[in-house]
């Protein structure tokens, strides 16, 4: 059976909704399945946009990895430096490497060891959460969960605290620096964070699950994405963020060599942990970058090949949808 054939068997399998490409070698292929909203019957097209969810923290990674760059940070800078007063029980020894590498143990507002996919988790309504500032209500009264440096434990939290202090280091917005040291030289002109009261066309709605009867994520999920997640983008233009990463045209080279080597082994995972990045080994012992993300109404995967120059990317509007799909796709 050729690729196409398993995929489309497996989703009419899974009711799959979403978008599977492999972009950059001779062979490319993107396959839209299913319905972008079910209410109107509209369909997944090529160049629809999906939430990717966390992975947008690699998104947050390079605006942080710029600072550095310019002089603003440095990877051993005390977030306590930049935080003042804010989230007192964040240990003072805490780095921003700590958080680029899950290592800090700030206890996180957002344990997915401890929630479903479909927990209400914030403590205000959903509207509330426009700026980064707005999270740190949800951030504080969560004690330090063990020493900066100790262990890898994923932790959401760390990378909204990345993005307070990417703010206050630059004197900019959260979403204008991810606008213009990501999106604008990698030419990822439809992709974003969109408010989800108000998303652009061609936009998928999120839902909890496949089953007919599913509600949407719009009461699960802060109004506009931040450091930690929210971000939507298309198949395409994760190719072009890949190729433009790995040509330095959003950090230089020595820096994404830095960010895609491995910082942190995970145990019990198949894949390590750069600096915002998860890590697979490579054909060439170089190791693949790829960003993965799960949440309420959404779940995506996108892999960079570095030997071949090609980018596997599935994106789906369910919690589980992209991972019978990714598996095929790998088969």
């Known amino acids: 059976m050729s690729?196409?054939?398993?995929?489309?068997?497996?989703?009419?399998?899974?009711?799959?909704?979403?978008?599977?490409?492999?972009?950059?070698?001779?062979?490319?292929?993107?396959?839209?399945?299913g319905l972008a909203h079910r209410s109107t019957s509209?369909?997944?097209?090529?160049?629809?946009?999906?939430?990717?969810?966390?992975?947008?923290?690699?998104?947050?990674?390079?605006?942080?990895?710029?600072?550095?760059?310019?002089?603003?940070l440095t990877l051993d800078t005390h977030v306590r430096e930049l935080l003042g007063e804010d989230l007192p029980l964040v240990d003072d020894a805490v780095t921003v490497r700590h958080l680029l590498t899950h290592t800090s143990g700030i206890g996180d507002y957002l344990d997915e060891d401890q929630l479903e996919i479909d927990d209400y988790v914030l403590r205000r309504p959903v509207q509330e959460y426009l700026t980064t500032s707005a999270f740190l209500g949800d951030l504080d009264g969560h004690p330090q969960a063990f020493t900066p440096g100790e262990r890898f434990v994923y932790c959401n939290g760390g990378f909204l605290v990345l993005a307070l202090v990417a703010e206050r280091a630059s004197g900019r917005g959260y979403h204008d620096l991810v606008h213009d040291v990501v999106l604008a030289p990698a030419g990822m002109t439809d992709s974003g964070f969109f408010r989800s009261d108000?998303?652009?066309?061609r936009t998928a709605t999120g839902y909890l699950s496949e089953d007919d009867d599913a509600i949407t994520n719009v009461f699960h999920l802060p109004i506009l994405g931040n450091g930690d997640g929210g971000m939507y983008a298309t198949a395409a233009d994760m190719h072009r963020f890949w190729t433009a990463l790995l040509a330095g045209r959003i950090v230089s080279p020595a820096t994404v060599e830095r960010m895609i080597s491995v910082q942190v082994e995970v145990p019990d995972h198949p894949s390590d942990y750069g600096l915002g990045f998860w890590l697979r080994p490579g054909a060439d012992g170089d190791a693949d970058p790829q960003l993965v993300g799960e949440d309420a109404g959404a779940s995506f995967i996108s892999r960079y090949d570095r030997s071949e120059g090609v980018t596997r990317t599935v994106l789906s509007s369910t919690p589980e949808g992209a991972w019978p799909m990714w598996e095929t796709l790998l088969d």
């Open 3 to 33: 690729t196409a054939a398993a995929l489309d068997a497996t989703a009419e399998k899974t009711r799959f909704a979403g978008v599977v490409a492999v972009l950059g070698g001779e062979e490319e292929m993107v396959r839209p399945y």
């Open 198 to 201: 108000r998303l652009p066309p």
């Open 42 to 72: 509209t369909p997944v097209t090529a160049d629809t946009r999906f939430a990717i969810a966390s992975g947008s923290k690699g998104m947050t990674a390079l605006v942080v990895a710029s600072l550095v760059e310019s002089g603003a």
